[in-house]
C-alpha cells in the first residue's frame, strides 16, 4: 500500500447542494458499567469522541457529480483526508469580532476565547472548527454564554478536547469544517445517462 506523504494532507469536497440529505451523528467513546449485583451505575468518559456525517446528494449534472467523484477519489488515492463544510441548518446570526484560543495548553469540556465583540451572545449548540496540527477539529457549544467587555468568554464544549489548539488559532463560527476519512465503498449511480447520484460517510478520525 501507498505510504501517506510526509505532512498532513486534505482533500476539499465540493460545496453541499441546496437538496443535500445530510445525517449527523456524534460518535462516542463512552462506556457505562451496570454492576451485575447492583449498585449504582458508573460513566466511564473516554477521550476520543468525534463527529461523523452521512451525505446523501440529489441527481446531480455530470460535471457536478465528477467534482465530487474526483475528491473522493483523489483521497482514497493519495491517502489523504477530506474535509467538508459540516452541514446544519442556516439559523445562526454572525458571531461578531474575530474570535481566537486565548491561552495555550487547554484541554477538556473548556476553551477560553478572545476577540469578540463585547458583549456578544454564543448559544448552545453552535458548531465551530479550529485547526491545530494542521487539522481541523470539530466541537459544538453547550451552554449559551455572554462575552465580557474585553471581547473574552469561556466557551463550554463538546466533546471533549482531542487537540490542543494553539494560542491565539482562529475560531470558525461562520462556516465550520468537518475532517476525516471516507468510509464504505466510492459508488455512484447513472440516471437515462443524464444525471448521477451518489452518497458517502465522512468520519473524523484524529
Known amino acids: 500500500p501507498r505510504e501517506k506523504q510526509a505532512g498532513p494532507m486534505s482533500v476539499s469536497l465540493p460545496t453541499l447542494p441546496d437538496l443535500v440529505q445530510a445525517s449527523a451523528r456524534l460518535v462516542d467513546c463512552q462506556s457505562v458499567l451496570t454492576p451485575i449485583l447492583g449498585g449504582p451505575v458508573q460513566t466511564i468518559q473516554r477521550l476520543g469522541a468525534r463527529f461523523a456525517v452521512d451525505v446523501t446528494l440529489p441527481p446531480l449534472e455530470p460535471k457536478d457529480a ?55 451572545v454564543i448559544p448552545a449548540g453552535r458548531f465551530f472548527s479550529f485547526t491545530a496540527g494542521g487539522r481541523s477539529y470539530l466541537h459544538v457549544t453547550t451552554l449559551e454564554v455572554t462575552a465580557n467587555g474585553a471581547g473574552q468568554v469561556q466557551l463550554h464544549v463538546a466533546p471533549l478536547l482531542r487537540a490542543t489548539p494553539p494560542n491565539g488559532a482562529a475560531l470558525n463560527f461562520s462556516a465550520p469544517i468537518v475532517e476525516g476519512l471516507l468510509t464504505g465503498a466510492v459508488e455512484w449511480s447513472l440516471e437515462r445517462l443524464r444525471w448521477t447520484s451518489t452518497a458517502f460517510t465522512l468520519s473524523e478520525n484524529a
Do not use: C, H
Request: aromatic share 6%.
Open 66 to 120: 465528477a467534482r465530487f467523484l474526483a475528491a473522493r477519489m483523489k483521497a482514497r488515492a493519495e491517502n489523504d483526508t477530506l474535509t467538508l463544510a459540516w452541514p446544519q441548518a442556516e439559523i445562526w446570526s454572525v458571531i461578531g469580532g474575530a474570535p481566537v484560543v486565548n491561552g495555550a495548553g487547554q484541554a477538556g469540556a473548556r476553551l477560553n476565547i478572545s476577540g469578540l465583540t463585547a458583549g456578544q
